[in-house]
């Protein structure tokens, strides 16, 4: 779908996401559109919002013939400790407006704005998409993101990975490791043990269980865990979606064992060639922060990294809601959360990040 060269007016309006005529019909515009991702879905929406209790809201933009011209999904994040923000899109590294018609871009800023004010939250923030003019931070320097082919066979992906860490992989599948992949409770069950270990030991608080199921449930085919068990003994694991031929790994970790097996590497190298197999012909290795080590192992794969562009729209008088862990006001909280025992980790840390968005 390309962008309409002639603008025509546009009129906006809220959607009701409980209706299925209108998810249908926002779900043919986003996988017709070029710059569509699976965080434009309403699936995705509806999983978030479920899974952490927040709210959603869906606008559209429509031409006079009633097509759409384009749409603007949102999360409205609700946090004691972070206060509120309207994000596009919610628990995602993607979103922002989506429009087939430039004249659409500006009344869907607008009508998000009035949102945003309505339901008292001082932050609108778009992860991707245009940035409307006007009073609109930009940022595109904090975040990177990393996207390569797939090569069609084993041998073609081995080859493709840099040398150094091509070395990597081959130990990897030298080792007594096994790979599995299912959405079945087990598999979820191995899945938010590991992820929980890994996101704990870099101090961030674990997502709610029932984050994953309901984006699990909503997605269906279009979304599975791959695991890599050491011994029968789970150590990586990694929650992807597929959309238009591309795949996203999206929640995924390794245990403190995982590094000295190469657990993760066997699990991404694992993960191409599903997604392969699956008809996909593209990999996007998410988003990671300038400068970081995430960032800097991404690159040893041979991924070039591309600045994801964000935007901010904060109510005169506010201060911006800021969430980012590199911020040193955040250094002591992240060093004691690696501390706490994984029990307790688990237990609180589902109440916190619900309200991160």
């Known amino acids: 779908m390309t962008m309409a060269l002639l603008t025509k007016p546009v009129a906006v309006r809220l959607v009701d996401l409980r209706d299925v005529r209108e998810r249908l019909r926002v779900e043919v515009f986003v996988r017709a559109h070029l710059a569509g991702t699976p965080f434009h879905l309403p699936k ?6 479920e899974g952490c209790r927040q709210t959603c809201h869906l606008l559209v933009a429509e031409q006079a013939n009633g097509g759409l ?23 995602a590294v993607g979103g922002g407006i989506l429009a087939e018609d430039l004249a659409a871009i500006a009344p869907l800023a607008e009508a998000a704005v009035t ?40 041998a073609a992906i081995l080859a493709a990975i840099p040398r150094k860490q091509r070395a990597e992989v081959r130990k990897a599948l030298d ?33 709610p269980r029932r984050l994953f199921d309901a984006v699990l449930d909503r997605f269906g085919a279009d979304c599975d865990i791959l695991t890599v068990r050491s ?22 970790g390794g245990t403190q064992a995982a ?37 800097a192992y991404k690159k040893t794969w041979g991924f070039e990294p591309t600045p994801l562009v964000y935007a901010k729209h904060v109510a005169p008088g506010a201060e911006a809601r800021e969430v980012n862990p590199l911020d040193p006001r955040y250094a002591r909280k992240i060093d004691l959360w690696k501390k706490l025992p994984l029990w307790v980790a688990n237990a609180v840390g589902p109440h916190i990040s619900r309200g991160l968005g």
């Open 259 to 295: 590094r000295a097996l190469r657990a993760n590497d066997r699990m991404y190298f694992a993960l191409m060639a599903h997604a392969s197999e699956r008809g996909c012909s593209r990999f996007d290795f998410g988003r990671s922060k300038a400068g970081t080590g995430p960032a």
């Open 115 to 154: 949102l945003a004010a309505q339901r008292g939250c001082a932050t609108l923030e778009l992860r991707g998409g245009p940035v409307p003019e006007g009073a609109w931070a930009e940022d595109a320097e904090t975040y990177l993101g990393f996207v390569r082919a797939i090569p069609e066979s084993e």
């Open 175 to 207: 080792g007594a490791l096994t790979v599995s992949v299912g959405t079945s409770t087990e598999d979820r069950r191995a899945h938010y043990a590991v992820y929980a270990e890994s996101v704990r030991n870099l101090g961030t608080p674990v997502f």
């Open 231 to 252: 011994d029968g003994t789970p150590v990586a694991s990694v929650l992807s979606l597929y959309f238009n031929g591309t795949v996203y790994p999206y929640w995924g």
């Open 44 to 49: 995705w929406s509806l999983g978030v919002a």
């Open 69 to 91: 011209a384009g749409i603007l999904p949102m999360t409205e994040i609700q946090s004691r400790l972070f206060g509120k923000a309207l994000i596009s899109n919610g628990f």
